[in-house]
């Protein structure tokens, strides 16, 4: 019976882990947009750098997202 547990521990642990790192990351491109409006804003520059590093931390996390999905759901499999 101790090794159900076990499971349950690891597979709690992996998923609040994955799901801070998906938060941070997603932050992290909401922080890259806000700083391109802000220089736009400013006129200091197109931006085209954080809006590049916002489209990664979106996309990475849209990866994470559907690779979670595809572990769920065994159509997929």
Do not use: N
Request: charged share 10%.
């Amino acid at each position: 019976m101790d090794i159900k547990w076990d499971a349950l521990g690891q597979v709690f642990v992996v998923s609040l882990a994955v799901s801070v790192v998906v938060v941070v990351v997603f932050s992290l491109g909401a922080l890259a947009l806000a700083a391109r409006q802000s220089a736009q804003e400013q006129g200091t520059g197109t931006g085209a750098g954080r809006l590049a590093a916002a489209v990664l931390c979106f996309t990475a996390c849209a990866a994470v997202v559907l690779y979670g999905i595809y572990l769920i759901v065994p159509q997929f499999h």
